[in-house]
């Protein structure tokens, strides 16, 4: 199903990696560091800025800066070099990268908020991959200057006090405009806070790729809507019971809402028979205005046996009804092996009774609160390192896991993958119950767990940017996603 794809490393990969691949290539690294530098440059035009100031400290990204700096002025346009330590020594090719700017009538200055406050954009050199400690007090006062400032910033190989593997912000970090990284695409760049920061996200592999990706084993790969091929044309002779018989069970007293959103999902997304097993005081808010959806309250043990594939969650609560209905979905599911995710409530429930599931073919769709109670611990500690929360969370329940948010990631235990679409218009209470009814969905019409987890995600991510696109991020309804989804699977 998978056409193109790109690779997601760590930065001990990048770092271990780089020189050998360089060495194969037949380049040494100070001519890495020459191209990058011209590929920031490259970025830095995209900007059209007449005064630009660079920051740099003391590591190999200050080298790429100083590289930078000459081809700007090289170039007839106004740059300023600003130090974090002006009388620090550089070390090998940053000190060598240096050296060229001074013998090129460059000068290095001390950062001040006048020359800040005089520039049109700003070049990041000030901290790269190699930080894994909060920044010292003199990098995070310039970086809040910077961040404070409103100018665009081009952040090299990644935003200053990013965590490159985890994404995350190491005492404060740099809002970037644009990230250009090298070699390898830094799997914090990726997902949540990292994601945010770095702004557009571009690699410049610095022509050295075709030998790091013989070295070096990626830990994810990103997906976006490019990355399927269309599901295909459906047979001309094929009728409702071919394309799935999805069962959505949620919905209890007052939350009708969640179940409904994600059982009319499903039908946009292709879904050949959608039922919904729901709480009886709900059956009339699921069933007015969509009288394709069937809707019971009674027999859920038939409602089962009818079902290719479940969906359970979606406004379920966890009160007793809440409670008997989710054992019985559980346990049939099991003993059947139907396909089923668990999402909203009935992952909460999942993480109460934890031990008493084997799940095999199943998907679990949490943010970062439901995945901190399904993994005993804190929503912060989620967020710190959703790659290894996301394989963590897969590996104890032994099942595919989708971990929502900026840069969503799905992972099976053994690999992860990483959405690149979506965007803040997704942030909003239902939008969650629409991606359930859309993997349920696929699921009917015949992908594995995988396949549906991963283009339901994508499906929906690049569903809300269509819609943001169309009409803005604030105020989208996630049933205004319906309509989307179903032109984007066709």
């Known amino acids: 199903m998978t056409q193109q794809h790109k690779l997601i490393?760590?930065?001990?990969?990048?770092r271990d990696y780089e020189g050998?691949?360089?060495?194969?290539?037949?380049?040494n690294l100070f001519t890495l560091m020459e191209r990058a530098g011209e590929g920031v440059y490259k970025q830095w035009q995209s900007f059209n800025a007449c005064h630009t100031l660079i920051v740099a400290g003391n590591g190999n990204n200050a080298g790429d800066?100083?590289?930078t700096a000459r081809l700007i002025k090289q170039a007839g346009k106004k740059v300023t070099l600003c130090a974090v330590d002006t009388d620090k020594a550089l070390q090998g090719d940053a000190h060598k990268a240096r050296q060229l700017w001074l013998e090129n009538g460059g000068q290095v200055n001390e950062f001040t908020d006048e020359l800040l406050n005089s520039c049109d954009c700003v070049i990041d050199g000030l901290l790269g991959t190699g930080l894994n400690t909060n920044i010292r007090e003199r990098y995070s006062t310039i970086i809040k200057a910077i961040n404070t400032s409103g100018k665009p910033v081009l952040s090299i190989d990644i935003p200053s006090g990013i965590d490159a593997n985890t994404g995350a912000i190491l005492g404060e970090a740099i809002e970037a405009t644009k990230t250009i990284t090298f070699v390898g695409i830094k799997q914090g760049l990726t997902t949540g806070t990292g994601k945010q920061y770095c702004g557009q996200l571009i690699l410049d592999d610095l022509g050295v790729s075709s030998e790091f990706t013989k070295l070096a084993m990626p830990t994810a790969e990103l997906v976006n809507i490019d990355s399927f091929e269309p599901l295909g044309e459906r047979a001309l002779n094929s009728h409702k019971g071919n394309h799935g018989k999805l069962l959505c069970v949620g919905g209890n007293e007052g939350t009708a809402g969640a179940i409904r959103l994600s059982s009319e999902a499903a039908l946009r997304a292709g879904a050949g028979m959608v039922k919904v097993y729901t709480h009886h005081s709900s059956i009339m808010p699921i069933s007015i205005g969509r009288p394709e959806l069937?809707?019971?309250?009674?027999n859920l043990n038939k409602a089962l046996k009818w079902a290719s594939c479940v969906v359970l969650g979606p406004g379920l609560g966890q009160n007793e009804w809440a409670?008997?209905?989710?054992?019985?979905?559980?346990?049939?599911?099991q003993d059947n092996n139907t396909p089923l995710v668990i999402d909203a409530d009935a992952?909460?429930?999942?993480?109460?009774?934890a031990s008493s599931y084997t799940l095999q073919q199943s998907v679990l769709t949490p943010h970062p609160g439901e995945a901190s109670r399904l993994l005993s611990t804190h929503t912060a500690d989620i967020e710190a390192n959703r790659f290894a929360s996301v394989r963590m969370c897969a590996r104890r329940y032994n099942t595919t896991c989708i971990l929502k948010g900026a840069g969503s990631l799905i992972d099976n235990a053994k690999n992860t993958w990483v959405c690149e679409n979506g965007n803040a218009a997704?942030?909003?209470?239902?939008?969650?119950?629409?991606l359930t009814g859309i993997i349920g969905a696929l699921l009917a019409q015949g992908l594995s767990i995988d396949e549906a987890s991963r283009y339901g995600v994508t499906l929906h991510a690049r569903a809300g940017e269509i819609a943001a696109r169309e009409q803005g991020q604030r105020g989208m309804l996630p049933s205004d996603l319906f309509q989307i989804v179903r032109s984007l699977i066709n």
Not at 20 to 27: M, W
């Open 20 to 27: 050998e691949a360089a060495k194969l290539c037949g380049v």
């Open 294 to 298: 069937m809707v019971t309250s009674d």
């Open 426 to 434: 997704l942030a909003v209470g239902g939008s969650g119950d629409v």
């Open 9 to 14: 490393y760590t930065k001990e990969q990048v």
């Open 347 to 353: 992952l909460n429930l999942l993480a109460k009774n």
């Open 323 to 333: 409670q008997q209905t989710f054992d019985e979905v559980m346990h049939y599911c």
């Open 65 to 67: 800066a100083y590289i």
